[in-house]
């Protein structure tokens, strides 16, 4: 049977430091202990890699920093898997082709691209396996790190195809997928921000109680994310607007609260 993209969100702000990171870590770790039918794959698409490092061991006596630094010369990243998908739905790609894009794909793919005869990126190949690096996260996280210097920019039509070719991997693998995405906090959104939003159907917004953060970036985000829906550029749609470090002035329940 082929596999399935169960659900996929990503946690997406203008606003740096509201959270996005820590309640994506949490969150990838529980739902992996709740669907341990299915793999979880977690894509960082940030440049400091901090959900990476959050993963692979933390900041205790920075395993996490250290595991990172190893991946990245073992494994893959988010920034290689980025230009293999691109160099992989592209058409006419010569066979004998020895340009730095063709080595990286020839990294990633688990046969030369003249042997697979244009088959599936075989995403399993160079994603990483958290708990062989950390006990304490489920056994079915698989990791794309961040963290990985400057990123590769690309025009709208090769974001487009770099989705499409994850997402067709995704569907005809043997496995049932959970997709969740880490993004910088930026004044706008960066071309890996943009395939996040067209990757993934829902996006979760974690937001601080402050009227400067939510006036200033909130806002501007969601009618850049509107402009990109519109124009067909972005799939996901806004489920969850998290309010994240409430100061908490009586320890009771709320009327409301039942």
């Known amino acids: 049977t082929e596999g399935t993209v169960v659900s ?14 820590t309640l994506l ?5 529980e739902y992996a202990m709740q ?30 920093k250290n595991a990172l630094r190893a991946v990245a010369h073992l494994r893959s990243t988010t920034k290689l898997l980025m230009q293999a998908a691109a160099v992989h739905a592209a058409e006419g790609v010569p066979a004998d082709s020895s340009s730095s894009l ?16 244009g088959s599936l990126l075989d995403l399993d190949e160079h994603l990483v396996k958290v708990q062989e690096f950390n006990k304490a996260i489920p056994e079915n996280v698989f990791l794309c790190p961040g963290g ?14 770099i989705v499409a070719t994850i997402r067709k991997s995704l569907d005809q693998s043997p496995d049932k997928w959970k997709i969740l995405c880490d993004t ?6 960066s071309d890996y921000t943009k395939i996040a939003h067209m990757l993934c159907d829902r996006c979760v917004i974690p937001l601080k109680t402050n009227v400067n953060d939510f006036s200033n970036r909130c806002i501007p985000m969601l009618e850049e994310l509107y402009l990109l829906q519109q124009q067909g550029q972005a799939r996901s749609q806004v489920q969850l607007i998290v309010w994240n470090e409430v100061d908490v002035y009586k320890n009771t329940a709320s009327p409301v609260s039942g």
């Open 35 to 64: 669907h341990k039918d299915e793999k979880v794959m977690v894509i960082d698409t940030t440049l400091r890699g901090d959900l990476s490092e959050l993963l692979l061991g933390g900041d205790k006596e920075a395993a996490g």
């Open 102 to 117: 063709r080595s990286i794909v020839g990294k990633l793919l688990l046969k030369d691209i003249r042997a697979q005869g």
């Open 184 to 189: 910088d906090g930026d004044q706008g959104f």
């Open 25 to 29: 870590f949490h969150t990838c770790a």
């Open 148 to 161: 990985s210097g400057p990123q590769t920019s690309f025009p709208q039509q090769q974001q487009a195809a």
């Open 8 to 21: 996929s969100h990503l946690f997406s702000n203008h606003k740096g430091g509201c959270g996005k990171t």
